[in-house]
């Protein structure tokens, strides 16, 4: 089975939280990290197999638009997601995604 990468940029700490709880909860997959993009920009970080990572990406928006609901409606907490499908391996050479902290190895 096809190994995927997925990413959901939302505003602040609470929200990106939130989503990657959700994530990890809502499909078999790892939460790899988090990436401050800019300011109170962030990007969570999951890798699984492609259908799981789908599904935990899904789950992670609709957690970003809930929390937006709650919030300012003048900012959105929710910015962007994406699953790359079986990236390819020269992806590893330019990006943290691949790659595993020691604090996650344990939760593989």
Same mark, same amino acid.
């Given at each position: ?5 997925? %990413?959901?940029?939302? %505003?602040?700490?609470?929200? #990106? %939280?939130?989503? #990657?709880? @959700? ?6 997959? @790892?939460?790899?990290?988090?990436? !401050?993009? +800019?300011?109170?920009? %962030? @990007? ?9 990572? !789908? ?15 709650? +919030? +300012? ?6 910015? +962007?997601? @994406? ?19 020691? #604090? ?5």
């Amino acid at each position: 089975m096809g190994m995927a990468v997925g %990413l959901v940029e939302v %505003l602040g700490h609470p929200p #990106a %939280l939130s989503v #990657a709880d @959700t994530m990890v909860k809502a499909a078999k997959v @790892t939460f790899v990290g988090y990436e !401050k993009v +800019s300011g109170a920009r %962030l @990007t969570i970080i999951i890798r699984g197999p492609v259908g799981d990572v !789908k599904r935990a990406v899904e789950a992670g928006v609709e957690a970003a638009k809930k929390i937006e609901v709650l +919030s +300012s409606k003048d900012k959105a907490l929710f910015l +962007s997601a @994406t699953v790359i499908p079986r990236p390819h391996e020269n992806l590893e050479a330019i990006t943290k995604t691949m790659r595993f902290s020691s #604090a996650i190895e344990q939760f593989r």
